[in-house]
């Protein structure tokens, strides 16, 4: 009876860990979604300003300059959401790291150090990205 007992509770002890993982991995995976869901708000406010200066009854001068105007003013928000979320991410990094009570040091500071990469590259390197690969779909071909 005391072997079955053991072994109960090391198979409940299994459970616990691995749900624990699995919340671990969901805490991660919905931090880096909402990275992503910043970025892709600025992105909808570009095409949201640029369609709505162009639907809307403005003179031909404020129409001429829209996708000006979108570009700036999305630059200008996309280089403020960067340095504001630059700070929140690294304390986010820090909170999460020690969340997920790690055993040595080492496992702790590789954890921080692959979230606070994570975070700061997507952070800094999104815009790029869009530029690169995302805003030739949405820009009128030249000629």
Request: aromatic share 14%.
């Amino acid at each position: 009876m005391r072997r079955f007992s053991i072994i109960k509770k090391h198979r409940l002890l299994s459970v616990a860990v691995q749900l624990l993982r699995l919340h671990k991995i969901l805490v991660n995976y919905n931090t880096i979604c909402l990275v992503l869901s910043f970025v892709f708000g600025v992105v909808l406010y570009r095409i949201s300003i640029k369609a709505a200066i162009s639907s809307t009854r403005t003179p031909e001068f404020v129409r001429r300059y829209s996708p000006h105007v979108a570009s700036i003013t999305g630059a200008i928000i996309n280089l403020i959401v960067i340095i504001a979320l630059s700070s929140l991410y690294e304390r986010l990094a820090i909170w999460l790291t020690d969340y997920e009570i790690h055993r040595t040091e080492k496992d702790y500071e590789n954890a921080l150090t692959l979230k606070m990469f994570l975070f700061q590259f997507v952070n800094f390197y999104a815009s790029i990205f869009y530029i690169a690969f995302i805003k030739p779909w949405f820009t009128n071909p030249p000629g």
